[in-house]
């Protein structure tokens, strides 16, 4: 459904044909239940106060709840960007942009399109992604305007991507993530499930489970606070570049302090992830017993992660020479931890 307050015929109608019919609503026209439909893109001029109003009153209500809601903004302003979250935007796209951008976008926030697999199975997985999706979007859309994430926001994704890569696979969780347009949303929703499945793979009981997820979600929160000329370069970075990149961990831990919810090992990963067991890590030179098991999971996968990830200035590595190159960092990761992730890390 395009809600427009357009007097014209918007040229979404055409970008968003490939994904079904598409009904096109006035603001004052949105039907009380959204039967029928997949998810909600709004066009719309966000300092129109009537209008914000007629929007509010009826895709904040409970029969929208767990609808995807793209909302388009006219301009880079960053009021409209917060008047489109607090209308519950599940994110949001600026013009001008091209067709193949906004598909994408589409893809991402509702990946239960008509090319997905429509079985309970291929369901859980997309409601999995899309939960995650959203999590990632607050990090890394609404902090850096100062919307500050809270511990709940993450915690209500947990049991949908559980179920999902539990009732899917890893590989097809990849699979899907591995479409994602933006990289740094791939990443972390990669990483999460490679630690999913590592949870998983050790029979972690369920809370376990969820406090790995929510680890994975949230352990490169610090990168919302990049600069995304550096975050996004689609090449290898300087020194300096490098050093930038680097505060991320502090960073992140800062904001996450600064919003008093979080509990104190998820500081301890976001802070500690880049850490080394010989102290050779950062920011902190931390060694040894001084990192926790949880940290020590996190940053196995994240490193394996990001060796198998498409990089623009390097090819993928294999999941056997991601591993193996793990296998050669001796002193510095667990090496136990990196034994048991073997089968998940060969599996795919
Ligand atoms: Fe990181
Ligand atoms: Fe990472």
């Known amino acids: 459904m395009l809600i427009s307050d357009r007097s014209d015929r918007s040229d979404l109608v055409d970008i968003l044909r490939p994904f079904g019919d598409v009904a096109t609503v006035m603001t004052s026209d949105i039907p009380d239940s959204p039967a029928g439909i997949c998810g909600v893109v709004v066009e719309m001029d966000l300092r129109n106060a009537i209008n914000v109003q007629q929007v509010r009153d009826r895709i904040l209500g409970k029969a929208y709840q767990s609808m995807p809601r793209l909302f388009v903004l006219n301009e880079a302003l960053h009021h409209c960007a917060m008047q489109a979250w607090a209308l519950g935007a599940t994110d949001t796209i600026v013009r001008p942009f091209d067709a193949r951008g906004l598909q994408q976008r589409i893809r991402s926030a509702f990946p239960n399109t ?38 709940d926001d993450v915690m209500q994704a947990e049991a949908q991507i559980l179920k999902a890569i539990k009732r899917s696979s890893l590989r097809e969780w990849l699979q899907m993530v591995g479409r994602h347009h933006n990289a740094s949303y791939r990443h972390c929703l990669s990483v999460t499930g490679y630690a999913v499945a590592f949870a998983q793979h050790m029979g972690m009981r369920d809370a376990d489970q969820r406090r790995l997820t929510r680890a994975a979600l949230l352990h490169d929160v610090g990168k919302a606070f990049i600069p995304v ?120």
């Not at 008509?114 to 409601?127: I, V």
């Not at 992660?305 to 623009?312: D, W």
Request: net charge negative.
């Open 114 to 151: 008509p090319e997905d697999d429509a079985t309970a199975k291929g369901r859980a997985l997309s409601k999995g992604v899309a939960a995650a999706n959203l999590v990632l979007a607050k990090i890394f859309e609404r902090l850096p305007l100062g919307i500050p994430l809270t511990f």
């Open 229 to 348: 000329a550096i975050l996004d370069k689609p090449a290898a970075l300087t020194d300096e570049e490098r050093a930038v990149m680097r505060t991320h961990p502090q960073r992140g831990y800062d904001s996450l302090a600064a919003q008093g919810s979080f509990p104190p090992e998820m500081l301890d990963v976001v802070l500690h992830h880049h850490e080394y067991l010989d102290g050779s890590g950062y920011p902190h030179g931390l060694a040894g017993d001084a990192i926790s098991d949880i940290v020590r999971i996190i940053t196995i996968v994240d490193i394996h992660s990001a060796l198998t990830e498409n990089r623009p200035y390097r090819a993928p590595f294999t999941p056997a020479k991601a591993f193996a190159t793990m296998e050669a960092m001796t002193d510095q990761l667990d090496k136990h931890l990196l034994q048991a992730f073997r089968p998940v890390a060969l599996g795919m």
